[in-house]
């Protein structure tokens, strides 16, 4: 079932849907003017975001759509925080799919749903693999690492200390 209310700030002028619509609504402009409401036209970022324009005082500002869905159903945003899309389809602007939360947060669910680009990646990019004995976690980034390539590493900066040590 969908369940509509204002947008906040253009109340007497736009609803959202829980499933991440807008539209207008009947309304009485400044002017005197009768305005039916209609459905907004959608526009896609090129990341595959939805924005929408809104118009108050004769200006249009467009907006993003999942920021205007969770201010109207959840409340304003918190300080600090990210609208998250919980499955990471940017254009799925249904209530069940958004949250508030931390860039931390944000990221872990592009982890959780194989959508982060490191996430994906099985193999280094000398083609070893990202598992078991092969693999460590980086103390100061975090990230994964591949042990051949850092032994690797390791014994051509050794060969060539040694080989600067014979010149020498």
């Given amino acids: 079932m969908e369940i509509w209310k204002p947008v906040v700030g253009y109340e007497d002028a736009y609803e959202v849907s829980s499933r991440g619509k807008?539209?207008?609504?009947?309304?009485?402009?400044?002017?005197?003017?009768?305005?039916?409401?209609?459905?907004?036209?959608?526009f896609k970022t090129p990341h595959g975001y939805v924005r929408v324009g809104l118009c108050k005082h004769g200006k249009?500002?467009?907006?993003?759509?999942?920021?205007?869905?969770?201010?109207a159903f959840v409340g304003p945003r918190p300080a600090g925080s990210d609208c998250r899309h919980l499955n990471d389809v940017p254009d799925d602007n249904r209530i069940e799919n958004l949250a508030w939360g931390s860039r931390s947060e944000n990221v872990y669910d592009s982890v959780?749903?194989?959508?982060?680009?490191?996430?994906?990646?099985?193999?280094?990019?000398?083609?070893?693999?990202f598992a078991g004995a092969n693999l460590y976690i980086a103390k100061q980034?975090?990230?994964?690492?591949?042990?051949?390539?850092?032994?690797?590493?390791?014994?051509?900066?050794?060969?060539?200390k040694r080989k600067e040590a014979e010149i020498a």
């Avoid at 980034?141 to 060539?160: H, N």
């Fill in 112 to 129: 959780r749903n194989g959508s982060h680009i490191n996430a994906r990646k099985t193999h280094c990019i000398r083609g070893h693999a």
């Fill in 60 to 71: 249009t500002r467009t907006t993003l759509v999942h920021p205007l869905v969770l201010e």
């Fill in 141 to 160: 980034t975090g990230k994964r690492q591949c042990k051949q390539c850092a032994s690797d590493g390791q014994r051509r900066r050794i060969s060539a």
């Fill in 22 to 42: 807008v539209r207008s609504v009947d309304r009485v402009t400044e002017r005197g003017a009768k305005l039916r409401g209609v459905p907004l036209t959608e």
